[in-house]
């Protein structure tokens, strides 16, 4: 599952990964109903901007919510982001959750599909 607040950036990662054989639900993150949208689909892996529709770190907010789904504590989560400042800053929170890793755009493929196998290998707690 991609969450973005841009309609391209999800049009390319549905198109990436759809070419890869992933099959991929793509929300919009300034979406109200996001929260529950993710929940509800229950994801084997969540790709999501840091920053979603403004200048706050509404992805993060996002993820906090989507992980205190007990069903979801441990999704396998890629934050991708433009904000090195806001990422460094976050870096204790982020190391203290489990199967979580980051990664900065611009972003190659070959990073984004070898990040992926990596959370997906990391086994729950």
Known sequence: ????????????????????????TVIDGDRADAVHL???AVPQLLIIDLRL??????????????RADPSLREVPTLIC???TEALASLEEELAAMRRVDTMVKPFSI????????????????
């Open 1 to 24: 599952m991609v969450v973005n607040d841009n309609p391209e950036f999800l049009d390319l990662m549905a198109d990436i990964l759809h070419d890869e054989r992933y099959p991929t």
């Open 38 to 40: 993710i929940t509800a």
């Open 53 to 66: 529709g403004s200048n706050q770190l509404h992805g993060l907010e996002v993820i906090r919510q989507v």
């Open 81 to 83: 982001t433009g904000d």
């Open 110 to 125: 070959d990073e984004l599909f070898s990040k992926m196998q990596g959370l997906l290998a990391r086994e729950p707690a």
